[in-house]
């Protein structure tokens, strides 16, 4: 099995991508300090290898999309995970206990074959990875618009919004690099550990903030929270933390979330009316991977579209967290109009929020 990440083409399809899927995601997970997530993806590489029986693993072997792109581990990681949460699956607990002398690939084998019918939905879409700690991310972007000249007054938009955990970015308390940013009684206190110049400081207000998802998560709904949940990676205690915080505020207010794919939603919302004195924000994190070619061309055009006719008192701006499969990476990506539109790199960040390295001044 691997020990490092392979540079292999996101797109790829073919003999060998599948294993290779699952040999980049124990790699990641590896650098990521996720060592339970590492263990059940290569137990799951060695089950898929060693042509064990099952559906789910049948359909793993036959994947026929990109496995990369499909985030093909990550689906059946998550149906596991929450087996587990749920209490159904009580032979996974070792494993998730991360206890020695014990024999993952016995017991999770075992896990799918017992819990097949419930297992093989998880491999129906792509993994729900709503995490509050990205919010932090699109707060700086945002003071850096603001202390580059566009107008303070933001209207958000979001692509692959999942729950809407970010769409409720403004209720949160953000600490960036000594610059303090929303309520002091904040639902959540956001403080990635932080290198690099300070953002701007500066008020910054959010006007409204809608976003779509072509399979939007509600959090009032049990059943639907702890599908969010069990995309969390176990070791990660403080996002679970996060997660609890962000479902009371969903319940004492929804975000705005309508069911889109980001193509009709982008060009909707771009259609409309925009007010005096604001900028206008695209935003998406880890999400444009699983956005179809066609509606990414369509999106792009849109907004360089809608670009070429902002103005100072109208203003665009396109916010992205995504990774750079080149560098094994996360990068938040700005462009902004008035201006050139072409892309600003601001920072390099954990993709779970644990930190942003700052790259301007």
């Known amino acids: ?10 797109t790829a399809k073919g003999e060998g991508i599948v294993a290779a899927a699952f040999d980049n995601q124990v790699a990641y997970c590896r650098a990521a300090g996720a060592p339970v997530t590492a263990r059940v993806c290569a137990a799951l590489r060695d089950l898929v290898e060693s042509g064990a029986g099952g559906a789910v693993l049948a359909a793993a072997r036959a994947w026929p999309g990109a496995p990369l792109a499909d985030a093909l581990p990550l689906r059946i990681a998550g149906g596991l995970h929450a087996l587990h949460l749920s209490g159904r699956a009580p032979q996974l607990a070792p494993i998730y206990a991360d206890a020695g002398e014990v024999d993952d690939m016995a017991l999770i084998g075992a896990a799918l074959r017992d819990h097949e019918a419930e297992l093989l939905p998880w491999l129906d879409g792509p993994p729900q990875t709503n995490e509050a700690g990205r919010s932090a991310n699109f707060i700086a972007a945002l003071l850096w618009l603001a202390g580059q000249g566009l107008p303070p007054r933001f209207e958000l938009l979001e692509i692959g919004s999942s729950a809407g955990i970010n769409l409720m970015l403004d209720r949160y308390r953000y600490e960036l690099g000594g610059v303090g940013v929303g309520p002091a009684d904040a639902a959540m206190r956001i403080c990635p550990q932080w290198q690099g110049a300070a953002p701007p400081a500066g008020p910054v207000t959010i006007t409204g903030a809608r976003g779509c998802d072509v399979a939007p998560v509600d959090l009032t ?4 929270a702890l599908r969010l949940k069990a995309y969390v990676w176990p070791e990660h205690t403080e996002r679970f933390v996060r997660i609890e915080a962000a479902i009371a505020e969903a319940r004492r207010q929804p975000p705005e ?5 980001a193509a009709d939603f982008v060009e909707e919302a771009l259609a409309r009316p925009q007010a005096t004195g604001t900028t206008r924000v695209l935003m998406h994190s880890i999400v444009w991977q699983y956005v179809p070619d066609d509606q990414q061309a369509r999106v792009t055009a849109a907004m360089e579209a809608a670009g070429a006719a902002a103005g ?9 967290l995504e990774a750079n499969r080149v560098l094994h990476l996360h990068e938040l990506v700005v462009r902004r109009w008035p201006g050139d539109g072409e892309p600003s790199l601001l920072a390099r960040a ?11 001044a």
């Open 1 to 10: 099995m691997a020990d490092v990440y392979q540079f292999i083409d996101i």
């Open 221 to 224: 709904d049990p059943a639907q």
């Open 257 to 261: 979330l309508v069911a889109m794919n």
């Open 312 to 320: 100072p008192d109208r203003a665009l701006a396109w916010v992205a």
């Open 350 to 360: 954990h993709p779970h929020g644990a930190s942003v390295d700052w790259l301007v």
